[in-house]
T-cell receptor, first 112, second 114 residues
Framework: GENVEQHPSTLSVQEGDSAVIKCTYS??????FPWYKQELGKGPQLIIDIRSNVGEKKDQRIAVTLNKTAKHFSLHITETQPEDSAVYFC???????????FGDGTTLTVKP | ETGVTQTPRHLVMGMTNKKSLKCEQHLGHNAMYWYKQSAKKPLELMFVYSLEERVENNSVPSRFSPECPNSSHLFLHLHTLQPEDSALYLC?????????????FGSGTRLTVV
């Protein structure tokens, strides 16, 4: 089955700096890669996703890049703000459509 | 409001109790999921329902029993649980069970087994 590894497990940045979270996956058939943000006391919320026919996708301060050859994808947050502090999860979906395998999560802290 | 509502938000139950978790979505989605989120562990898929039919049981013990009476509602019936079953139980939905889409999650039920 699919295996997703996520790094780092914790990340602390100063407000205004950039943050990068990286994930690798094992199943070359995976073709959909969502990212979720989970705030305290809430369920994960989809913030951006990318499909395997695209190398990069951007939505305001958030971008995701995908390297299919190396089987890794990354989340980039620019101009971080304290409200970006949360746990971020990457996931990968492939041959078993509708079923996502999640990474372990990254706790991001943005210091004001 | 995320569009997926879970009740109760918190539940404390003894090991001999029987309780049920409820999930409701009115997004018109056709797939619903139960995930378990424990401290220091990744999200664990428990069950997948596609158009009210269970399509996956991810080796979950029989003390967890799902039910999907219609495409908008999903239940997780609990009985004779163990303390290690204490976790956040998340319900999610997605538009189409055969095409990869992101999930819409509920806020979860925080379960404590004493």
């Amino acid at each position: 089955g699919e295996n997703v590894e996520q790094h780092p497990s914790t990340l602390s940045v100063q407000e205004g700096d950039s943050a990068v979270i990286k994930c690798t996956y094992s199943d070359s058939a995976s073709n959909y890669f969502p990212w979720y943000k989970q705030e305290l006391g809430k369920g994960p919320q989809l913030i951006i996703d990318i499909r395997s026919n695209v190398g990069e996708k951007k939505d305001q301060r958030i971008a995701v890049t995908l390297n299919k050859t190396a089987k890794h994808f990354s989340l980039h947050i620019t101009e971080t703000q304290p409200e970006d502090s949360a746990v971020y999860f990457c996931a990968a979906s492939g041959t078993n459509a509708g079923k996502s395998t999640f990474g372990d999560g990254t706790t991001l802290t943005v210091k004001p | 409001e995320t569009g997926v509502t879970q009740t109760p938000r918190h539940l404390v139950m003894g090991m001999t109790n029987k309780k049920s978790l409820k999930c409701e979505q009115h997004l018109g989605h056709n797939a619903m999921y139960w995930y378990k989120q424990s401290a220091k562990k990744p999200l664990e898929l428990m069950f997948v329902y596609s158009l009210e039919e269970r399509v996956e049981n991810n080796s979950v013990p029989s003390r967890f029993s799902p039910e999907c009476p219609n495409s908008s509602h999903l239940f997780l019936h609990l009985h004779t649980l163990q303390p290690e079953d204490s976790a956040l139980y998340l319900c999610a939905s997605s538009p189409n069970p055969t095409i990869n889409y992101g999930y819409t999650f509920g806020s979860g039920t925080r379960l404590t087994v004493v």
